[in-house]
């Protein structure tokens, strides 16, 4: 069973940094792709960033947040982690780690519970 548990969240000043954590537990995650989605009040959930766990690592970012976020995996602790640069007002949202992978012929998503993240001065 599939578990995805994230910390790190919490109140930065604009133009602050934070550094979201996911730790990912259950399963064997080669192949997987992992990544951040955040959801904002009234908002839908919006995609941030992901990347394969393949020998071919293909990150991608939202453009919102090209320059400013970085995301990085550590297949030795099956982490993905968001670090988030320059921070503004319209980061803030409760971020979710997600995890999506192709079984029983479809694609699954997994969610983490969610860390809130609130940037204001």
């Known amino acids: 069973q599939v578990q995805l548990v994230e910390s790190g969240g919490g109140l930065v000043q604009p133009g602050g940094s934070l550094r979201l954590s996911c730790a990912a537990s259950?399963?064997?995650?080669?192949?997987?792709?992992m990544g951040w989605y955040r959801q904002a009040p009234g908002k839908e959930r919006e995609y941030v960033a992901t990347?394969?766990?393949?020998?071919?690592?293909?990150?991608r970012y939202a453009d919102f947040v090209k320059g400013r976020f970085t995301l990085s995996i550590d297949n030795a602790k099956n982490t993905v982690d968001l670090q988030m640069n320059s921070l503004n007002a319209e980061d803030t949202a409760i971020y979710y780690c997600?995890?999506?992978?192709?079984?029983?012929?479809?694609?699954?998503?997994?969610w983490g519970q969610g860390t809130q993240v609130t940037v204001s001065s």
């Open positions: 997600n995890l999506r992978r192709f079984e029983g012929g479809t694609w699954m998503d997994y």
């Open positions: 259950g399963s064997n995650f080669v192949g997987n792709i």
């Open positions: 990347s394969s766990r393949t020998a071919y690592r293909n990150t």
